[in-house]
């Protein structure tokens, strides 16, 4: 548990804060930081080509706080293929 009670992950994001992250990537924009505003960079995690099926995510990290987060994304679509 954090200092006020809220349950804290390994890297330090509450499941709201991730939540907050991954609303603002959904929408297209580059997302701030939920604890200090900084705007965080993204990175792609790359999917193993030995697993049939893996989440699409991005590891999210402040430059300032040094907190981050994989997050959960959806896919663009590809040429031809459903939305």
């Given amino acids: 548990m954090g200092a006020v ?6 890297v330090g994001f509450t499941a709201a ?11 297209g924009d580059v997302p701030a930081c939920p604890r200090c505003g900084d ?6 995690v ?23 987060a994989a997050v959960d994304v959806r896919d663009p679509p590809t040429a031809g293929g459903p939305p």
């Fill in 5 to 10: 009670g809220r349950r804290v992950d390994a």
């Fill in 17 to 27: 804060e991730r939540a907050a992250l991954a609303k603002t990537l959904h929408a």
């Fill in 39 to 44: 705007k965080v960079a993204l990175s792609r």
């Fill in 46 to 68: 790359q999917r193993p080509p030995e697993v049939a099926y893996v989440r699409s995510r991005v590891l999210a990290v402040c430059p300032s706080c040094k907190l981050s």
